[in-house]
């Protein structure tokens, strides 16, 4: 290992950087040996940004690597690439890009990493890239951790929500960068975004799981920013979200994606977006037929989203309409609901409450019967 750290620096760090870029495209060609030259420089930028047990990493060195990799557009290029790279070399991707991301040069002017915001202001692709890796099993992972470093930082978050890429290689208009990314312009459904609905519902285990993760974590971390976007994509986003994730097949996509409903219903920050949400008969109607699934923990899921609506003081007319006309069977059916139980306090105090709710409801004079 330290001879490796050693070795580089006759090299140089641009010339690592260079070597590199220079090997990636040949990766479809016959052959091992250039995959393998590939890894051992990705191994060396490794060590130089995080260093070795006997060796320290350099702030110098390191700066020079990463404004090589600015230079020569390498963090773009390593990103569409990391499925072809062997297992190992996709680790060492990893490393490199979370090193990257977080590095901010000594008495640097700059208020955040340098390649983060090359990469916010100037190639933003190399956010859509990374997402993109979850078109394929083999970088999901990898790309999946690397994009949750980057959006420990709301910028990057915008840049996915705003992204109208198409195909993500920028066929269907070009990726904007965060001085274009416009949170309040509604959405077509095309950009990549819009794409995790898929890789959650029909990706394999590790690619659904991992998208899921980087999914939750946009709409839960970045709340001022993802209330706005909601609100101005309120119907396209919960339509797919019903559709696709809700209705979905797979029973833990299906019970997660109704927990995260709750979530993101009960976040004060989306005030707005839960107002909006429980006025609409159909979703009341989606959430009591999940009150009645045969698996107990989507039950358990849909319970707390049916909370929000029978709790809510200023019902809309539809919703008034859907309770009081269901109202004996939910007196009969709530009393027994998951009775099982029993140390679960707040969830039986939450269950009395809605049934003295429904109890004091008055009477809706409001047409023929709606009932689910």
Known sequence: MAFLFGRHKSRGVGELVKQAKDLVPKLDGPGQQRGEELAKLLTQMKLILQGTQETESSPEQVFQLISAMI??????????????????????????????????????????????????????????????????RESAISCGTVLREALKHDPVAAIMLCDESGDGHGTNGPTPSLMKADINKPQNGDGVFWRFFDWIDKGSFEVSADAFTTFRELLTKHKTLVSQYLDVNFDLFFSKYHSTLIQSAN???????????????????????????????EHLKMCMRLLRDERKMVQYEGFHVFKVFAANPHKSIAVQKI??????????????????????????????????????????????????
């Open 71 to 136: 230079q020569e557009d390498f963090l773009l290029i390593l990103a569409r690439s990391v499925r072809k790279l062997p297992f190992e070399s996709r680790k060492d991707a990893q490393v490199i890009f979370s090193y990257v991301l977080r590095f901010k040069p000594p008495n640097h002017p700059a208020n955040e990493p340098i390649a983060l915001s090359y990469i916010v202001y100037d190639r933003p692709e190399v956010v859509i890239a990374l997402c993109r890796g979850y078109d394929y």
């Open 323 to 372: 309770i009081w006309n269901n109202r004996e069977r939910l007196l009969n059916f709530l009393p027994t609901f998951l009775q099982d139980r029993t140390d679960d306090e707040q969830f039986n105090d939450e269950k009395i409450y809605l049934i003295k709710q429904i109890q004091n409801m008055p009477p809706v004079d409001d047409g023929a019967p709606d009932q689910v």
């Open 251 to 281: 029973y833990v996509t299906k019970r997660q994606s109704i927990k995260l409903l709750g979530d993101i219903l009960l976040d004060r920050t989306n005030y707005q977006v839960m107002t909006s949400y429980v006025d609409r008969g």
